[in-house]
């Protein structure tokens, strides 16, 4: 008799497709990507109910492995085609995969403009502070002195907040997780596919071998520990000061509001603009 996991991984898997994945061993990717799966078999949506979209990068190779309706797209693009499935069909679960630099360096803008729109989907972004698959790039959310393939002598420029950018830009839910704290990733997911508008999820995780081989931080299983090491709850974060939250991680959910939802305001304006005699 298959365990729960197994059977999980059984009907959402592409066996045999784009097996062996690329992942380096100890990846967080895949914990997210286990996470994702527990989180749609909970809210027992059928596999056609759902589409995934993902740019370029490490992050970018997950939807091929699932068997979902799946969009591996261009660099820095899965929002916008994530947009016009959503757009074409609004009951869809649409989820968008990505990683730092691919969310926010050439995909900044549409991020942005994305939560500011409140668009109805999802934004998975799988946080490791670097360009893992390209060569160990910086990213815009490499630290203060961090070294990397383009900063061999140390980073010279401040990294921003994922999570702070979504809740700043409009996002109606945003929320944060590490790849340590895995059933909290589950929960979140789940909660934000559930949401009315534009909810992110960013998931702070770890590469071990671009970026903290480079800045001596240990294997895998170090990094995961520094990550349990740094994170506050967000309730625990509110009685804590300033001083007391420098080199913290606040976790859990960091804001869910309502707001006006893009795609349903579309519909409104669709159906003004047919009453009126226009053609759309």
Not at 52 to 76: A, E, K
Not at 109 to 133: D, E, K, P, Q, V
């Amino acid at each position: 008799m298959p365990t729960p996991a197994q059977a999980i991984r059984h009907e959402y898997l592409r066996h045999n497709k784009k097996f062996p994945h690329v992942w380096c061993p100890g990846c967080g990717n895949g914990i997210v990507m286990g996470a994702l799966l527990r989180a749609i078999h909970h809210l027992e949506l059928s596999k056609d109910e759902v589409v995934l979209t993902s740019g370029i990068g490490c992050s970018g190779r997950m939807p091929t492995y699932l068997d979902f309706n799946t969009l591996h797209t261009t660099h820095g693009r899965a929002l916008t085609f994530a947009t016009g499935v959503k757009l074409a069909n609004p009951a869809l679960n649409v989820v968008a995969i990505m990683g730092d630099g691919d969310a926010t360096a050439i995909g900044g803008n549409h991020f942005i403009h994305a939560a500011r729109r409140n668009l109805n989907l999802t934004a998975i972004i799988i946080n490791n502070s670097i360009y893992g698959m390209t060569g160990g790039q910086y990213s815009p959310t490499t630290p203060f002195g961090a070294i990397s393939t383009t900063s061999v002598y140390g980073h010279i420029e401040h990294a921003f907040s994922i999570a702070e950018l979504a809740v700043t830009a409009g996002a109606s839910f945003v929320a944060r997780s590490t790849v340590y704290h895995a059933d909290l990733i589950d929960r979140l997911i789940e909660q934000a596919m559930q949401k009315r508008g534009f909810a992110v999820v960013e998931v702070i995780s770890n590469c071990h071998v671009q970026y903290g081989r480079r800045n001596k931080l240990g294997g895998a299983v170090d990094m995961l520990k520094q990550f349990k090491e740094q994170a506050v709850t967000v309730s625990r974060a509110e009685k804590l000061s300033p001083e007391e939250l420098e080199g913290k991680t606040t976790i859990g959910v960091l804001v869910d509001r309502e707001l006006p939802v893009s795609t349903e305001e579309y519909k409104k304006v669709r159906r003004r603009a047919h009453e009126s005699g226009d053609k759309v």
